[in-house]
């Protein structure tokens, strides 16, 4: 090779490394994120007795690795892993599951190993999982919470579509730092906002604020992002929570009394969540006794029946003020317990919880 040649395929080859055209830097630019899909039961894992059952089937039934296999177009959007982490309908999850759960998540987005993690689940309380999640996993990493309105046995189920789209979301870098998703129905919705708002449809999931993006044939497309504090800027952490305080939530109707107030805060009650009718609304036969309560330490915070794209406004329909009573703002009921419960992990200021249920 002449010094004019060396010269040409000196400059050539410091152009391929600054553009990163070496071998490792294109092995690297293919290198696929590693997922990890944690199982918890419900619906997505459910089977039914034949394909015209899409609404009479048996949840929590497909493991994890049967669940994988049934979508191996997953391999094409990254390497996956899964864990089965509980095998339930999520009605009947309980706060001591959430910790677990939560506490796994936790450990596994520490890991270098791990760029995303995917959350299989009922749809009945996968927004109140959602919704603990983004509150109290310190991570940038995208957590991404699924679930389905049919069992994988009925036709046109939408399981595997769900799960392709959650992979597809927990492996995208554009999915960092949104907090807590849900991805249903082609649709990503924040954790903090989604509910499931119908029940046998699989156009379930509704955020009152409409949702975050979708994603489609595996790439996501966002249209807006959260204003709420979330995950690393939450004063949330579930790697210190141990338990969390008993709270419960009594609906309000007409002919309303105080009966499951008072059996809720004789069984312990830390706070108790009002599902007001209207604005929040308290039924005068029911007012007396949640002052009373109030006096005697346990919280009292107005959420609404009514489903959202509102808010219960602080000192509308009752004297918040006056009776030291929180207002849960925007968050439904089951919301509101789940705030409400992390809230007294920190403190019994009525004033600092009514702060966190503006914050988040
Ligand atoms: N029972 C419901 C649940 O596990 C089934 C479902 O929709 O996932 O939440």
Do not use: C
Not at 266 to 288: D, E, F, R, W
Not at 324 to 333: E, G, K, R, S, T
């Amino acid at each position: 090779m002449n010094h004019r040649s060396f010269i040409r395929w000196l400059s050539a080859l410091g152009t391929a490394l600054a553009l990163g055209f070496t071998p490792l830097a294109q092995a690297q630019a293919v290198k696929k994120a590693q997922v990890v899909i944690l199982a918890t039961g419900g619906t997505i894992a459910g089977a039914g007795a034949s394909a015209a059952n899409s609404a009479t089937y048996q949840a929590a039934k497909v493991p994890v690795d049967k669940l994988l296999a049934s979508v191996p177009e997953l391999s094409t959007l990254a390497d996956v892993r899964g864990e089965q982490v509980f095998q339930i309908a999520s009605e009947s999850l309980n706060n001591e599951h959430l910790v677990t759960l939560a506490k796994r998540v936790s450990a596994l987005s520490k890991q270098a190993d791990v760029d995303g993690i995917v959350i299989t689940h009922g749809t009945d309380t996968l927004e109140e999982t959602a919704y603990f999640l983004t509150l109290t996993v310190h991570t940038n990493k995208p957590i991404v919470v699924v679930g389905s309105m049919r069992p994988g046995t009925a036709l046109s189920a939408d399981g595997a579509l769900n799960l392709y789209n959650a992979v597809a979301t927990a492996a995208s870098p554009t999915s960092a730092g949104k907090g807590a998703l849900v991805v249903m129905n082609d649709e990503i919705n924040s954790g903090r906002d989604v509910a499931k708002s119908i029940n046998i449809r699989t156009e379930a999931f509704k955020s009152p604020w409409g949702a975050l993006g979708m994603v489609v044939e595996g790439k996501t497309y966002w249209f807006r992002a959260p204003v709420k504090r979330h995950t690393v800027q939450s004063e949330f952490d579930i790697d210190s929570i141990p338990v969390l305080p008993k709270v419960e939530i009594a609906y309000g109707y007409g002919s309303a009394n105080d009966i499951a107030y008072r059996a809720f805060a004789a069984a312990g009650a830390k706070a108790l969540i009002h599902a007001g009718t209207g604005n929040g609304s308290v039924a005068a036969p029911v007012v007396p006794a949640l002052r009373e309560l109030r006096a005697k330490g346990i919280q009292i915070i107005r959420s609404a029946r009514v489903v959202g794209g509102g808010f219960v406004l602080r000192n509308a329909e009752q004297p918040d003020d006056q009776y030291d009573w929180v207002v849960a703002h925007d968050l439904n009921p089951q919301k509101a317990r789940i705030l409400a419960s992390l809230a007294l992990t920190r403190t019994t200021d009525s004033k600092d919880i009514q702060r966190m249920f503006m914050e988040y």
